[in-house]
C-alpha cells in the first residue's frame, strides 16, 4: 500500500465518523450534570435510559424521546 493510498484510507474513515454539533440541550445537560454534581449513569437512571443513549444526548445526539427527558428535568 502506498502512501497515497494510506491517505485515502484515511480520508474515508474520516467521513464515516458520526459529526456531532454540540447542540443548546447538550450544552444544558452538561451544565445540570456538574450543577447537581450527578454522573451519566445517575443521568440516564434518572430519565430511564440507557448509559449509552443518555451519553450521545450530552454528546450532541439528537434526542428521540422527549418524555424520558421530561423525567431528567423534573
Known sequence: MTESDNAMTKEKDKSKAIRRVKSPLAKNL??????KKL???AGAEICGVGRSVFHGWVNGAQ???????LKFCE
Request: charged letters at 30%; hydrophobic letters at 45%; aromatic letters at 0%.
Open 30 to 35: 452538561k451544565a445540570i450534570l456538574k450543577e
Open 39 to 41: 454522573s451519566l449513569k
Open 63 to 69: 434526542c428521540t424521546d422527549p418524555v424520558a427527558l
